[in-house]
């Protein structure tokens, strides 16, 4: 008597922090608001803070600009995230959805 095989399941690896936003897997809204408002938007406040908290303590400018451009990177990825999720949304979702998101990284940015 032959022995069937045995069939197992292909097991997906889990993917990590950034590839699951990258690729679509977390939710729009909990991306936009758990992710870039509240979440991001503490990061670029901490990181504005320990740049000014460096420049009264008479560290060099340089320094104080890379501690503050510091989440930068962070902010474009989580931008270009929503970005391209909206544009599953209808066309005037997706607008408005592009037009906060834009925004939100200018005053993260500049301010």
Not at 12 to 21: H, S
Not at 30 to 40: E, K, P
Request: aromatic share 12%.
């Amino acid at each position: 008597m032959t022995r069937l095989p045995i069939i197992r399941p292909v097991v997906r690896p889990k993917r990590g922090f950034f590839a699951r936003r990258w690729h679509g897997e977390i939710d729009l809204g909990t991306l936009f608001w758990r992710d870039t408002i509240l979440v991001a938007t503490a990061i670029n406040v901490a990181f504005a803070v320990a740049s000014l908290l460096l420049l009264a303590a008479g560290l060099h400018a340089a320094l104080v600009f890379v501690v503050y451009v510091l989440p930068v990177p962070y902010n474009l990825f989580l931008f270009s995230c929503i970005w391209r999720q909206a544009g599953d949304l209808g066309s005037f979702a997706a607008m408005a959805t592009r037009c906060a998101v834009l925004g939100w990284l200018a005053l993260s940015i500049l301010l």
